[in-house]
Nanobody
């Protein structure tokens, strides 16, 4: 089981930027995928971005061109750089690791989750 701890959330105005971090520990094997998900009040959890073990990245259409996922292997840290933020990006953001199934854009494939960090974007 991978332990994940997120940080970097906060409140910004529309058009601003935030960078989320997720420190991973305890992984016995390299995850197939590392991903970011978000959940807004009253809405279902939504996949935001992911990186597979080949370092290929993929993004939801709603964030493509504004968000960037990256990983620092030396620090076991996953990042999500969020630029040009919009009020509709407001949500709790969680990072996750998939170590059993090689599917990167579906929440059911992920078996380790962080506690989440709140991102609030005001207009």
């Amino acid at each position: 089981q991978v332990q994940l701890v997120e940080s970097g959330g906060g409140s910004v105005q529309a058009g601003g930027s935030l960078r989320l971090s997720c420190v991973a520990s305890g992984a016995a094997v390299s995850p197939y995928c590392m991903g970011w998900f978000r959940q807004a009040p009253g809405k279902a959890r939504e996949w935001v971005a992911s990186m597979d073990r080949e370092r290929r990245t993929n993004y939801a259409e709603s964030v493509k061109g504004r968000f960037t996922i990256s990983q620092d292997n030396a620090e076991n840290t996953l990042y999500l750089q969020m630029d040009s933020l919009k009020p509709e990006d407001t949500a709790i953001y969680s990072c996750a690791a998939a170590t059993r199934v090689y599917v990167c854009s579906q929440s059911w494939a992920y078996n380790s989750w962080g506690q989440g960090t709140q991102v609030t974007v005001s207009s």
